[in-house]
């Protein structure tokens, strides 16, 4: 109950009306949205931004899950960072060991069985070019072993916003789209089937693709985002040989 008196009073006095007013983001298809029980709202990933904007379009409370580190800080600003976050909903995770998705899993399923609405990003981690990525099946687990609806959910304009590695870039009116809700009932009892998980993943993230109109890559963006870094000390070596004009010496005549 504080949770959600705290996650109200932010969204609907404190910072809620701040966002809008600034941004002025728009949302379509919030009948999509079921009024009560449980129902998963799968996302694409843009910018840190996106969690504050995609709720704001509804009147129920997201949940989602957090880094560990925003829980457990110590001194004022520790303290600030817990009561925030814990009062928004999040669910803490520990995101670096080798359980980190299994423990999210059961956290959300936790979420789920409160019959609350559970956001998640299928691709796992923020898209670094504005690109959707190929989906982590994990979503699909969830919603076999829970039987909770997805509903797609696209994101537009929060990369502009708030663009990778920097804290803000320019003042856009964001976009959010809300799909019909999806059901895989259809393929109860499969949950341990890989293909069957592979094509339900496959089908969110299209369905996500279609609302957000982004150039899809059959790649995790985890793999991407590695090869991205990889090729950045390529180029500069070849900018910086470019650039190195050869040094002047003596010739020698050919007889």
């Not at 701040?18 to 983001?25: C, E, G, K, M, Q």
């Not at 687990?141 to 609806?149: I, K, S, V, Y």
């Not at 789209?177 to 089937?193: I, K, Q, T, W």
């Amino acid at each position: 109950m504080t949770t959600k008196l705290f996650y109200s009073f932010l969204k609907w006095v404190a910072l809620g009306p701040i966002l809008r007013a600034v941004f002025r983001p728009t949302y379509e298809g919030t009948d999509n949205i079921p009024r009560k029980g449980a129902a998963i709202m799968a996302s694409n990933h843009l910018s840190y931004a996106d969690w504050l904007f995609m709720p704001l379009g509804m009147k129920r409370m997201v949940r989602f899950v957090a880094k560990a580190e925003y829980f457990t800080g110590t001194g004022a600003k520790g303290f600030l960072q817990k009561a925030f976050f814990s009062g928004t909903g999040n669910v803490p995770i520990d995101r670096g060991g080798a359980t980190a998705a299994e423990g999210a899993l059961i956290a959300a399923k936790r979420v789920l069985a409160e019959g609350e609405l559970f956001g998640i990003y299928p691709e796992g981690t923020r898209s670094h070019d504005g690109k959707l990525y190929r989906g982590r099946t994990g979503i699909a687990r969830l919603t076999l072993d829970t039987g909770a609806p997805v509903i797609p959910v696209a994101v537009i304009g929060t990369d502009v916003i708030a663009p990778p590695g920097k804290k803000f870039g320019r003042l856009v009116h964001p976009r959010v789209v809300f799909g019909e809700p999806l059901d895989f009932s259809r393929y109860e009892g499969m949950a341990n089937d890989r293909y069957i998980l592979r094509a339900i993943t496959d089908e969110i993230v299209y369905e996500i693709l279609k609302l957000s109109g982004q150039e899809y890559v059959d790649m995790y963006a985890t793999e991407a985002k590695k090869l991205a870094n990889d090729e950045k000390p390529a180029k500069k070596t070849l900018r910086r040989s470019k650039a190195t004009p050869a040094k002047a010496g003596p010739t020698k005549d050919v007889a």
